[in-house]
């Protein structure tokens, strides 16, 4: 849990998005829509490939000499010798380095799932990597080498930047992480979970409800801060007046933030926060007249702790379809994971489910030059600028014990 939550503020924090838990189902909700036959899935499952051998960190453009096994799928035959030439979709996945291996099987098993729902798809050779740089560009070589037409990976900042500052990117790769600066690469594709984007459809939300000021209530950590100034910004930028902003931590006494918010009186608010301080602040935001509250999906932890969630009733934010929405045509094909993942791994499960089916347009050379690309089980998504791919999530609100999605809701 601890090392997948840290992966995932990571992630987060760099601008991108528990461990084996409890199972996460879609929060229930009340709107309806017409449920999809699932296709017979083909069945592909990755036998564990060779580690790569690690190395030290060297310049972007350079490569090991050192020999690297070729991974193989249970139903193909390994080719004969590494480098053998086979048409795929390469994934690659810090699946070799602790910090990072349960986020990245989180993220392979959506992808396989993904692939298994397809009963055309392209075949998928998985290439487990560690977390060093060196070691992720020689098997990112490796993939093309053996015929991958479209990589999916690298996962984290780091491997991200090393790759967009090399020259080898030859066929489309769909990055799950955002570099360090502009990237050139014409091959280079960005998509992922970034919190920043989420944060900016919140504050978006708000205004598109006619919202014209907020009070910003963030918890003193990376994350509430994190959130309390993008929020900030997106929202001065759309021409939004904060009329102040109040931090609190675990030793804040909360009845006087509460004698605050009564003076206040503010418009609206938004809280910076986490599932659990969202449950611990929000009663005490409470006034005479309800103030119409947003946050981000760091605050909802899933439908299996609903009933907690009775005090923030009210409060709107945002999700993905995955976790929000049971019978939308995209979720109702995929089946969610065997074994637990807690709901952080749910979503990176999500995330490589529709990395997948994007993998799959360019495979096919279907993928549209702009505009909306695909209704994905992660949002609507579509390829902005920068060959950058942009997720529009569901708008949802927690009444009492449910969530429900708010149809005509838009960020």
């Not at 992480?177 to 504050?203: H, I, K, M």
């Not at 909306?372 to 997720?391: E, H, K, N, P, Y």
């Amino acid at each position: 849990m601890q090392r997948i939550t840290a992966f995932l503020s990571i992630i987060f924090l760099a601008g991108v998005i528990g461990g084996c838990a409890t199972t996460t189902q879609p929060a229930p909700v009340r709107d309806a829509r017409t449920t999809q036959k699932q296709a017979t899935p083909a069945v592909i499952v990755p036998t564990p490939a060779a580690s790569l051998p690690a190395a030290e960190t060297p310049t972007a453009k350079s490569l090991p000499q050192t020999p690297i096994a070729t991974p193989t799928l249970a139903e193909k035959p390994a080719p004969s010798k590494p480098g053998a030439s086979s048409p795929h979709i390469g994934l690659l996945l810090p699946l070799s380095a602790p910090t990072f291996r349960q986020p990245a099987e989180a993220v392979k098993q959506g992808v396989l799932a993904a692939a298994k729902a397809q009963p055309d798809m392209p075949t998928v050779r998985v290439y487990p990597t560690s977390d060093q740089v060196t070691n992720i560009l020689a098997a990112y070589q490796q993939a093309v080498d053996g015929g991958a037409r479209v990589i999916i990976g690298p996962l984290t900042k780091n491997a991200v930047t090393a790759l967009a500052e090399s020259d080898i990117t030859a066929v489309p790769t769909l990055a799950l992480s955002v570099p360090e600066g502009e990237t050139a690469s014409p091959n280079l594709y960005l998509f992922g979970l970034s919190l920043d984007a989420e944060t900016r459809q919140v504050a978006q939300l708000a205004a598109n409800e006619g919202r014209n000021s907020v009070l910003i209530v963030a918890s003193n950590n990376a994350l509430g801060k994190r959130l309390q100034a993008t929020f900030g910004e997106a929202w001065q930028r759309l021409g939004g007046k904060i009329v102040d902003q109040l931090n609190f931590t675990p030793s804040t006494d909360l009845n006087a933030l509460h004698d605050k918010v009564e003076k206040l009186q503010p418009e609206s608010i938004f809280l910076a926060v986490n599932a659990q301080e969202a449950r611990l602040v929000r009663p005490y935001l409470a006034t005479a007249t309800p103030i119409p509250t947003y946050t981000t999906s760091q605050a909802f932890s899933g439908a299996s702790e609903a009933q907690k969630n009775v005090d923030l009733a009210g409060v709107r934010f945002l999700d993905m379809p995955w976790m929000l929405q049971p019978d939308h045509p995209a979720v109702m094909i995929y089946p969610h994971p065997e074994k637990a993942l807690g709901i952080d791994g749910e979503r990176l499960y999500a995330m490589g489910i529709d990395a997948y089916r994007l993998a799959q347009l360019f495979y096919r050379g279907e993928m549209p030059a702009g505009g909306v690309v695909l209704d994905g089980v992660t949002g609507q998504i579509s390829l902005a600028s920068g060959r950058q791919f942009t997720r529009e999530l569901t708008a949802a609100e927690f009444q009492a014990d449910v969530v429900v999605v708010l149809d005509n809701a838009k960020p």
